[in-house]
């Protein structure tokens, strides 16, 4: 079995571990969680991290515990958050959940049989039995409320570095995954916490827990990863539409599959050893062989690829590829309307105007209207008018001018008008009855 933490290291994915913490997980199999915040029915690439950690961890011979914060969720993490979330009801919690559970089945067979298979948990489960007296006795007096307060977390809201201070509901929140911890070393004997840097404090509060509510010399131990982000210092995971989510219903395939494709050589030299399980020395050459030729874009196919199947498939990542070659090649209306309208959709989606009503194709409203006043695709008449002029607009892909009439023969799979500007600008204009 490979060595964990060394998988880990080589990857540039640890970021803070506790002294012993590699000496355990050599030593023999070991078990350890990860929590998953239910704020959504889905998880995005942000939460990629983790469950690739779990997934190594699983593949190293140990045992993988994978938390779904039921309770937790009722809070709110302030780890890294300026401000208080606002708290969910019981019944869209419930679906966050169950959401998340069915997203990670996908990765971890928690059915298996063997010793180190998969499990996994919500910490509900446990949470709803405490009354509030019960809890502030047996878990609240073990933590000091100065241990508490010298947290990075805890003190820059205090200090209003970040946000406006902090509630009590806030507070409490390490303690309850502290309590967390403790529940799983006494049931699972789990022995190790992972998660991100944010998590440090709120880890080694659970490290604590459990050394400070089982008798003495009880072990627990702490990691972490470094929180990723792009070469540019902006936030990772998000494109323009939003935030790049694991179910094809949120993100389609071939969405997700470009988000890969279209990372920076710097970004993608990192991601491929964080993102994917290729070995040091297939990686180590893919890097040196995208030195030499940049411009084919080796290590963002690949590690597009990788991703892409790890999470959804490999007939998926076959159709997203089908898709791509289509948008680079010299395509015209027939061979649209020769895919299905899923296929159009899915490429174009994201390039959807304000629709317009069927009305105005069978009145012979102006085009240069339509472009502009109705659509938005030109912010004025004068830039419509300019852009016709210079016979830079197509109509699905045919080149037209001021004098064109647009009408329903213009229509693809009987919804649709595909607006080309220039070389790369598409927009698609809805039209309804």
Not at 124 to 135: A, L, R, V
Not at 257 to 271: G, I
Not at 358 to 383: A, C, H, M, N, Q
Not at 409 to 418: H, M, Q, S, T
Request: aromatic share 10%; proline share 3%.
């Amino acid at each position: 079995m490979k060595n964990f933490v060394e998988e880990l290291r080589w990857r540039g994915m640890i970021h803070d571990i506790m002294p012993g913490t590699e000496e355990q997980l050599s030593k023999e199999v070991t078990t350890a969680y990860i929590g998953f915040d239910p704020t959504s029915d889905s998880l995005h690439i942000g939460s990629l991290v983790p469950i690739i950690i779990l997934v190594h961890l699983h593949k190293c011979g140990h045992k993988p515990i994978a938390l779904v914060g039921g309770a937790t969720g009722m809070i709110g993490d302030p780890s890294g958050k300026s401000d208080e979330r606002n708290l969910l009801d019981e019944e869209a919690l419930n679906k966050n959940v169950e959401g998340i559970k069915r997203v990670l089945s996908r990765f971890l067979d928690f059915d298996a049989k063997e010793e180190n298979a998969p499990v996994l948990v919500n910490n509900y489960d446990w949470m709803k039995e405490f009354s509030f007296i019960g809890f502030v006795r047996d878990v609240g007096k073990r933590i000091t409320v100065n241990y508490m307060m010298a947290k990075d977390s805890v003190k820059k809201r205090l200090t209003g570095e970040a946000g406006s201070g902090m509630s009590f509901t806030e507070f409490t929140y390490q303690l309850i995954q502290g309590y967390d911890f403790y529940h799983l070393h006494k049931h699972y004997n789990c022995m190790l916490q992972l998660g991100g840097s944010d998590q440090w404090g709120n880890i080694t509060t659970g490290t604590e827990l459990v050394r400070r509510m089982n008798d003495e010399g009880a072990k627990a131990y702490a990691m972490t990863t470094p929180l990723i982000t792009k070469a540019d210092g902006s936030k990772f995971g998000k494109s323009e539409g939003g935030n790049i989510w694991l179910d094809a219903d949120k993100t389609s395939v071939y969405k997700f599959y470009q988000f890969w494709l279209n990372t920076s050589d710097a970004d993608a030299e990192k991601y491929i050893k964080i993102f994917t399980f290729l070995e040091q020395a297939e990686i180590e050459q893919l890097i040196e062989e995208h030195k030499q030729a940049p411009h084919l874009r080796a290590l963002q196919k690949k590690l597009a690829q990788e991703v892409t199947v790890f999470v959804h498939s490999q007939e998926a990542f076959e159709d997203a590829v089908k898709k791509a070659e289509f948008v680079f090649s010299n395509y015209d209306r027939a061979a649209i309307e020769a895919e299905n309208e899923e296929f159009f959709t899915d490429i174009f989606g994201e390039f959807f105007t304000a629709p317009i009503k069927k009305s105005v194709l069978t009145e012979g409203e102006d085009i240069v209207v339509v472009l502009s006043d109705l659509t938005g695709i030109f912010p004025s008449r004068k830039e419509a008018r300019k852009s016709l002029a210079a016979n830079a607009v197509a109509i699905n892909k045919v080149k037209v001018d001021e004098t064109y009439g647009l009408s329903t023969a213009d229509l693809l799979f009987d919804k649709y008008i595909l607006v080309s500007f220039g070389k790369k600008k598409n927009f698609v204009v809805p039209v309804e009855d």
